[in-house]
């Protein structure tokens, strides 16, 4: 083992000359492929190093490549430095460390590889304490005697202690530990008595602790918190002195007024005054720095020796009241208090290893270190041994004798043998030291026996069901565990009672091959090994786990020690050890020894005849179970929480209903409550388990809580009880990030964000609803609206807005930006852009304000983008609420809930410093008035499933993958497009629901069609494209030959013919087409602008209240449609359009969801369909034909045209308002409803200057005969007449409008007796418009033209669809 032993060390100097001064900063580095491991030492003080010039360090560089330096102490008034090597696994003292560049080192002690290991030195009586992680003890070393005083101190109740500090001025020392999945910091004397807890509440890693002996405090650094955190000596006044997110504080180490510390994410080193946090240090490095120390005496002053007058023989350790002598291990302090008595010749901790003919020791210290030797034979001249036992306390190893198939034991300090009972052939042997009761199997009698040591009683315990081996005993739970069958396809671990009362069972059967079987007291747990694998299960069977895939060979002598487990393999003189915690294998060889035919593990702390008291179902303590003795305990409660009467049980301190915040802690895993009541109020947990939870919402309507979890990326719901937890959501590809919930639906709705290669997906935007226990879900924005992150979300169901904030990372540059839409999801717009990481989101109803947090602070808008600022903050906000004239906020580095003003954004204390609340990301609040709710979805609006609201009514959808009916109201069945193509594979992240759109990728030979680069699922179940037409076959390079040449030529020139024959038939019978149809007025853009244009049908325009600037009357003379850049099909009528025989291409402009977007047609066309559209009932002549409404209005319609039979007729003129006459005298006749008039008449008072009703409807006040008939003006700039809702882009009443925010056309009655069109139920005058608007989109509603016939009032069209005006 030379290269421990001759560990080269030199110097990279970047200076000849030598470190002079005492005070120095050392840092360690790990080797890489580019450096060796080093220390950088810098020359000065930490507040020398923090000004200019800037001070280079001394390299020291280890030529051994691997050597890894985690922990660093020093002895500045002896000029030592003292390191330990994960690589080498020993702890080494360095001399002359500042005086001279020649510096000598040498190992003092072989320590467990363990990255847990942590030194400090007491420099007052120079002993140097030491953390195992592995073993799970403390550790001593006395380096003022030349003879090996080390001693271990504390290795009880202690897990896997971690960080150390020592204070040798005050007699204590202090250490990290995660014990049974609590992590605590915990104190005692220097000699390892008076042991206390005094941190256990809401810490989670302890990455380092280091001590300030001038302010009797000590300092740690908290990895998961992202802390650095401090107290004093007796764990009070607890305090956060810095905080920052995604930092991963890791070494720590002070001086006067400093503090410093490593970090782990960026590879920096950090440097801030204790007080205000603020750095003055700080520097960056290509590699994690491990180690950290300040070389200064003034932060370890010398003080009075405790131990000066004590004679200790051996050596001594200062206390909180004086000094205490030590012992070295394998001797006990006698009653004088300074006098060591040797124990006996075995380690105090070792590994018992017996041949044929010895019984050796290796020390457990030494076990998994580069230095394993045989520490003694501590028995020999025995006969045929196998299985070995032992009770550490009595010195008694047991062993059976196969040359006289009997079980004997000798004592260790008597020599002395004795024969115990006979056996058969046996196969496994285990020790039961609380009963003092051997047990054994016997393969050749299939029997479990027992014999007690202290009578040399036998007796049979039971039978197996096959041959018996592998015995092992739970002692303090009474159980006695084997193998039954091994080596065959039916063995099992099967069980009985110590004592033969609990009936035989098995407890796990698999039908592998099971064999080497143990169990751990310490963890309890059941070990075996299984068809090569390492696992383990509690001691029912239950909770089974693989820990590692070992080699394929024989496994036997299984044993495991704290966190080794140890075996030995086909090579029987050889045995193995593996480390549970990062499960690192190494083979080691005993030389000399020969095979090794038993093993056992000497330890007198793990043979206790109690339990230690937290071991088992975590003490009886619900919650924090803290050991104050071998055999004491007293329990805890995590912060929030309030300890029972039965001083066992935690609980909830009261759950609210009302005014309150509902604050997520992500770190600790705890749902809080704090009061806006309450004068000073106090976070009050909820009895919920949760799992690192992000965001959660309050349902008061139906007493839920919601909240997702970033751990298992899922929704949940619970009542505030804790009862009723149900798992709602699971993501894969994604995690779901916030929520919001529509009360007066149910509705919650969510945003995920994108996990992996956010190149390839987006985060999106869904909802889910919960019916009779079953949830369904659909995704309402995965594209326009998308990106990486998606996290704040709100909605406003009275105005229908869904509003939600993004952060895109694809980018060169983070994109940040705040979108809104209706909740259907339809009408995506940015409400305001370029937003750094907007994240929360909220709302002021009464102002309807958007208020947002981001890296900047908080901002906010009204619904029109008009935007301001509140607070310019620098800590990262991500989650805000507004309550009244106040707004709380939280964020990354602000590390609890903060309120301040909301118009003026100055602080309001509330909250008292809480140092145990984790890392609160968002919020939600509770006031106890309720969320007004959209009248449109009363009752869900007679939806199904989804009922969205919109700004002018609701959308009806159903669940993803579920087709919505053409009732708009029912879901169908389920339709999804098949994952599989042919040569090739459709991404992962594909559903194939209905309207997704997918990429895919091809096999090798095989090319994408360039044509098809993604497909969508129609609503049939098929693709936009065959599939197989997506991968098509790579075309190999061959001689071109002239025959396939001029059959695509011939082929090609054929096409072009059949297409030009195809125009000319359809022009041709384009041009016999009348040019414009009586049942419909059309809408569409002219040369891209915003003014609406209207082809007038002969039935005139609509009388309602709407409004618009300077629209465009036109006729539709010939070349309308091609000078309009439209497609001819649209001036159509319905009936003529839905049965066209060529639908392709009369559909040539509609978008491919048409079915959706054009509601007059109620089924799809696609490329892959034959069927024709069927056209919408509510617009089929023949039904409408029977409706009585219609026959009435026939009538009315001949007693006008009698009436208009009389008039006196003109071909030469018309009335200039009269546009939508297209010649004439032929349309004047058949336009029966519009009455020309010769300018002359224009003022008879005879006639008058007027047109008729052009719905021809009949009023209860009114007849219709000639003399009632009043006039109808065309208003060209009549929109400040009327008014419109603000969202669309329409102004209020009596504002004017510009024509680029135009919609409809404006008419205005000339007389107010006329009778008025009637609205849908709960419009008003002002708030209703016939037409609903999308863009430049625009549809009449059929209820103001047919009475009777029940039509949904709001539908959307796309853009050059019709207005059905009536008949």
């Known amino acids: 083992m030379a290269r421990v032993w001759h560990l080269m060390v030199y110097l990279l100097a970047r200076s000849l000359s030598t470190l ?6 050392i840092i360690s580095f790990q080797s890489s492929a580019n450096n060796n491991a080093s220390l950088y030492t810098y020359r000065g003080t930490v507040e020398q190093l923090s000004k200019p010039p800037n001070i280079q360090p001394v390299v020291t560089s280890f030529s051994l490549a691997g050597v890894t330096i985690t922990s660093l102490t020093s002895d500045p008034s002896n000029d030592v430095l003292f390191f330990y090597d994960y690589y080498t696994q020993a702890i080494y003292q360095m001399s002359n460390f500042t005086s001279s560049s020649v510096r000598q080192t040498i190992m003092l002690q072989s320590v467990p590889s363990s990255i847990n290991t942590n030194i400090a030195f007491d420099w007052i009586t120079q002993n140097l304490y030491c953390t195992d992680g592995h073993l799970g003890w403390i550790f001593v070393i006395n380096l003022a005697s030349a003879n090996d005083m080390r001693r271990i101190l504390l290795d009880t109740n202690m897990e896997s202690p971690k960080a150390i500090t020592v204070d040798p001025t005050e007699g204590f020392m202090f250490w990290g530990d995660n014990y049974r999945g609590s992590t605590r910091i915990e104190r005692a004397d220097l000699s390892g008595e008076f042991r206390q807890v005094i941190v256990s509440i809401s810490i989670l890693s302890i990455g380092d602790i280091s001590v300030d002996v001038q302010e009797n405090r000590i300092y740690w650094t908290d990895t998961i918190r992202n802390t650095i955190e401090r107290c004093m000596y007796d764990g009070k006044q607890r305090e956060i002195i810095h905080h920052q997110n995604n930092y991963f504080f890791s070494k720590i180490v002070t001086d006067l007024i400093h503090v410093c510390v490593t970090e782990d994410y960026l590879d920096r080193l950090i440097c801030m005054y204790k007080g205000s946090s603020e750095d003055v240090l700080s520097k960056r490095y290509g590699r994690q720095p491990y180690g950290l120390e300040i070389f200064d005496s003034s932060r370890k002053p010398p ?40 124990d006996h010749d075995v380690p105090v901790k070792g590994l018992l290893l017996g041949n044929r003919t010895h019984v050796c020791v290796i020390d457990l210290m030494n076990l998994m270190t580069n230095l394993q030797k045989l520490h003694s034979c501590l028995l020999d001249n025995l006969k045929d041994l196998t299985f070995l036992s032992v009770d550490a306390r009595t010195l008694d190893v047991f062993y059976v004798d196969t040359g006289t198939n009997s079980l004997k034991s000798v004592n260790l300090q008597t020599r002395s043998t004795t024969y115990l009972t006979s056996t058969g052939l046996v196969s496994g042997l285990a020790y039961d030291w609380f009963g003092r009761n051997l047990y054994w199997t016997e393969k050749d009698t299939k029997k479990i026996k027992l014999v007690t040591v202290a009578t040399r009683a036998s007796s049979d315990l039971g039978t197996s069901t096959l041959s018996p081996s592998d015995v092992t005993v739970d002692p303090h739970g009474r159980t006695v565990y084997w193998i039954s069958g091994p080596g065959t396809s039916q063995n099992t671990i099967q069980a009985i009672s110590t004592n033969g009362s609990m009936e035989q069972s098995e407890i796990v059967s698999t039908g592998n091959s099971l064999t080497a079987l143990y169990y751990d007291t310490l963890g309890n747990r059941l070990y075996w090994v299984e068809d090569g694998a390492l696992k383990s299960s509690l001691g029912s069977g239950s909770d089974i786990t693989v820990h590692k895939i070992l080699a394929a060979q024989y496994h036997s002598q299984l044993l495991v020690y704290k966190r080794y487990v140890v075996w030995v393999g086909s090579a029987s003189s050889q045995f193995h050890t593996m480390s549970m915690e990062n499960k690192q294998l190494k083979t080691l060889d005993v030389d000399g020894f020969g095979d090794i035919t038993g093993m056992a593990v000497f330890d007198k702390s793990m043979q206790t005849l109690e339990p230690e008291p937290c071991s088992v179902l975590n003490g009886g303590c619900s919650q924090v179970c803290i050991p104050t003795s071998d055999t004491e305990r007293r329990c805890a409660c995590t912060f929030g929480f309030t300890l029972q009467p039965d001083q066992a049980s935690c609980k909830s301190k009261q759950v609210l209903t009302n005014n309150f915040l509902l604050v997520p802690d992500l770190n600790h895993a705890r749902l809080y409550q704090l009061s ?44 505030p009880d804790g009862s009723q937890t149900q798992t709602l959501l699971t993501f894969s590809q994604e995690y779901p990030e916030r929520l919001a919930i529509d009360s007066g639906t149910g509705n919650v709705f969510y945003t995920t964000s994108a996990v992996g290669d956010t190149s390839e997906r987006d985060g999106k935007v869904g909802v889910l609803r919960i019916i009779q226990d079953h949830v369904y879900n659909k995704v309402l924005i995965k594209d326009q609206g998308a990106a990486d992150f998606v996290q704040g979300l709100l909605v406003y169901p009275k105005k229908g807005f869904l509003i939600w904030s993004v952060t895109d990372f694809d980018s060169t540059t983070v994109v940040g930006a705040i979108y809104k839409s209706f909740m259907d999801g339809s009408s995506v717009t940015v409400l305001v852009s370029d937003v750094n990481r907007p ?68 602080n309001i204390h509330w909250l008292e410093s809480t140092p145990e609340v984790g890392n609160v990301i968002s919020l939600d609040i509770y006031t106890g008035q309720q969320q007004q709710a959209n009248i449109n979805c009363a009752n869900n609006g007679m939806c199904d499933v989804f009922c969205l609201p919109t700004h002018l009514g609701k959308s009806c959808a159903c669940q993803d993958g579920v087709y919505l009916q053409p009732d708009g109201l029912s879901c169908g069945s389920s339709v999804r497009c098949e994952a599989i193509i042919p040569n090739g594979l459709i991404s992962s992240f594909c559903t194939g629901v209905v309207g997704e759109t997918c990429t895919y990728q091809c096999n ?58 195809i125009v000319v038939v359809c022009v041709w019978k384009r041009k016999r087409k009348p040019q414009g149809y009586p049942d419909s007025m059309y809408l569409s853009s002219i040369n891209g602008m915003n003014i609406p244009t209207v082809v007038q049908n002969q039935y005139g325009l609509t009388d309602d209240n709407l409004g618009a600037v300077s629209p465009q009357l036109v006729v539709t003379p010939s070349d309308y449609a091609e000078k309009n850049k439209i497609n001819p099909a649209y001036l159509y009528p319905p009936e003529v359009r839905a049965r066209c025989p060529s639908p392709d291409h009369v559909y040539a402009e509609l978008p491919p969801a048409y079915s959706q977007t054009d509601p007059n047609f109620i089924n799809p066309m696609g490329s892959e369909h034959e069927d024709i559209a069927q056209p919408n009932p509510y617009m089929d002549p023949e039904l409408i034909a029977d409706n009585d409404s219609y026959k009435q209005l026939q009538q009315e319609r001949k007693k006008r045209r009698s009436l208009l039979e009389n008039s006196p007729k003109s071909n030469s003129s018309y009335h200039q308002n009269d546009s939508s006459m297209m010649d004439n005298d032929r349309r004047a006749h058949e336009n029966p409803y519009l009455l020309p008039v010769h300018e002359s008449e224009a003022t008879s008072s005879k006639y008058g200057k007027y047109e008729i009703d052009h719905r021809g409807l009949k009023s209860s006040k009114h007849n219709f005969d000639a003399s009632e008939f009043k006039p109808y003006q065309i208003q060209q700039d009549t929109a400040s007449a009327y008014s419109r809702p603000n969202d669309i882009g329409h102004s209020p009443k009596g504002q004017s409008v510009n024509s680029g925010e135009a919609r409809g056309l404006a008419i205005q009655q000339s007389n107010s007796d006329l009778p008025s069109p009637s609205r849908p139920h709960g419009y008003t005058n002002e708030s209703y418009s016939p037409y609903v608007t999308s863009q430049s989109n625009h549809r009449r509603s059929l209820q103001d033209s047919l009475p009777g016939i029940n039509t949904p009032p709001s539908q959307q069209l796309s853009g050059h669809d019709y207005i059905e005006l009536g008949r």
């Open 303 to 342: 003080a009075s020796d405790k131990c000066a007058l004590k004679t200790c023989q051996h050596f001594c350790a200062p206390t909180a009241t004086g000094a205490t002598c030590l012992c070295k291990n394998g001797y006990t302090l006698q009653g004088d208090g300074t006098s060591c008595t040797a």
């Open 20 to 25: 002079s001064a005492q005070e120095a900063l």
């Open 1004 to 1061: 090798s030979g095989y090319h994408k069609n360039t044509e098809h680069s993604t497909i969508t699922c129609l609503s049939a179940g098929t693709w936009t494209t065959l599939r197989t037409n997506l991968c098509l076959v790579d075309s190999s390079p061959t001689t071109v030959t002239t025959l396939p040449v001029i059959v695509g030529v011939v082929v090609a020139a054929a096409f072009v013919i059949v297409i030009i024959v």
């Open 839 to 906: 994240q929360g989101l909220t709302m002021d109803y009464t102002t309807e304000r958007v208020y947002w947090s981001s890296y900047e602070g908080i901002g906010y808008t009204d619904l029109f983008g008009n935007k301001g600022t509140v607070l310019q903050s620098s800590k990262q906000l991500t989650d805000l609420v507004v309550s009244s004239n106040v707004i709380y906020y939280t964020g990354r580095n602000t590390r609890n809930v903060v309120k301040i003003d909301k118009t003026t954004g100055a």
């Open 676 to 719: 806006l009541d309450a004068v000073s109020p106090e976070f009050l947990a909820l009895d919920i388990q949760v799992d690192r939870p992000v965001d959660a919402v309050y349902d008061a309507i139906n007493q839920f809580i919601y909240w997702t979890e970033a751990n298992l990326n899922v929704i949940k719901r619970a009542k």
